[in-house]
């Protein structure tokens, strides 16, 4: 399970980190809401759930929250880097056809991270069945 947590808190904090490097050079897209304000708050989402595998790993709850923040992430990447969805509502457009070296590592990261998230969610039940079952000697 170590490896898993290491895996998912690192691309977590890898996407958190890129987010807030970022925002202010989204600040003028907007709509009702500015491209900057969504990636900051994409970066304090995916900060709080690095902190969350960290700590309170036992439940699949926060794995599951690990997955939907990084699938969530690269999702959104990826549809406006391939998609011109234009503005919905609030939300401005975020269309941006180019690969750049903070994009593709926020990318790669939050791939690694949803993937480890999933492993994590499918395997903590049997880890804390494992030990539940192991008595108090931990054997």
Known sequence: MWLLRLLTAAGLVVDAYVHAELAGAYDGVQAGVSEGTLFRVEAAVAALAALLVLVAWRSRW?????????????????????????????LPNMHEPV???????????????????????AT??????????AGPSGR
């Open 124 to 133: 903590v039940g049997r880890y804390r069945l494992a030990s539940s079952n």
């Open 62 to 90: 926060v794995w599951a929250f690990a997955f939907v923040v990084a699938a969530s992430a690269l999702g959104t990447l990826l549809l406006y880097r391939y998609v011109d969805v234009g503005t919905l509502g609030p």
């Open 99 to 121: 690969w750049y070296p903070k994009k593709t590592v926020s990318a790669v990261a939050e791939g690694v991270a949803a993937l480890a998230a999933a492993v994590g969610f």
